[in-house]
């Protein structure tokens, strides 16, 4: 049996009201999938539960003999499986950094809460949207994340006769601490390059270990450089 229009108005009027709510959060705190995102993905998954549930299933004269089964979740198991397409790409990684998965559990919430809509399940489409909107708002003030540290790789050059466990001896007396080195000496040039993998709190403490460095003994040229964050802010 066909869903009556008005029903249907006010199906896709409540996915378009719940996803907005969850997409009001997400872009409230400038992430890519927003308002018009989750919104959209809502009243997609809305259409595709009613498409599913109701629209292939009109009234037809079936024959004597002829027995007809439907199965009014294969639509909708389908939409499921395919968010995970647009979840995908709202994850970022740079580096040891990965970015997106909460917008893409949001698109997931989204896709839940409109088939919900579209199959008539109205208070468990808003109890979810509540309980979600909740989560994503009110546990962002009790999360707990670990702070970034500041990563940087310095360059230093010295004499070519520079002796290189003094110097990381050196190093460590001042409170500089590598993670990584690698030694680079050119007898040509007489150069002696150290490039060092450095990690500290805060980005005032680059100066304390920039004039650090640069009272070691023969040492010719200094550059510092950024490497990317290893926790997810």
């Given at each position: 049996m066909m869903v009556p229009p008005l029903e249907i108005?006010?199906?896709l009027g409540t996915s378009v009201v719940l996803g907005s709510i969850i997409g009001y959060e997400r872009g409230r705190h400038d992430h890519p999938a927003g308002l018009r995102t989750n919104t959209?993905?809502?009243?997609?998954?809305?259409?595709?539960?009613i498409l599913s549930a109701h629209a292939l299933h009109a009234?037809?004269?079936?024959h004597p003999g002829v027995s007809i089964s439907?199965?009014?979740?294969?639509?909708?198991?389908?939409?499921v499986a395919g968010i995970g397409f647009l979840g995908g790409g709202a994850i970022v990684r740079t580096g040891l950094t990965v970015k997106g998965l909460t917008t893409a559990a949001s698109l997931w919430l989204v896709t839940?809460?409109?088939?919900?809509?579209?199959a008539g399940l109205y208070f468990l489409a808003i109890s979810g949207t509540v309980i979600g909107f909740a989560v994503l708002s009110g546990f962002?003030?009790?999360?707990?994340?670990?702070?970034?540290?500041?990563?940087r790789r310095a360059r230093l050059e010295f004499d070519a006769k520079a002796d290189v466990p003094k110097l990381l001896d050196r190093l460590r007396d001042v409170?500089?601490?590598?993670?990584?080195?690698?030694?680079?000496?050119?007898?040509?040039?007489?150069?002696?390059?150290?490039?060092?993998?450095?990690?500290?709190?805060?980005?005032?403490?680059?100066?304390?270990?920039?004039?650090?460095?640069?009272?070691?003994p023969g040492l010719r040229r200094v550059s510092m450089t950024h490497r990317p964050p290893c926790v997810d802010g």
């Open positions: 108005l006010i199906r959209l993905v809502s009243l997609a998954a809305t259409l595709f539960m009234d037809q004269p079936i439907f199965d009014p979740t294969r639509i909708a198991s389908y939409v839940a809460i409109g088939l919900s809509v579209g962002r003030t009790i999360e707990h994340r670990p702070i970034p540290r500041i990563r409170g500089i601490v590598p993670e990584a080195f690698d030694v680079d000496r050119d007898l040509g040039a007489g150069t002696l390059a150290l490039t060092i993998d450095l990690e500290h709190s805060l980005e005032s403490e680059a100066l304390v270990v920039l004039a650090n460095v640069e009272a070691l």
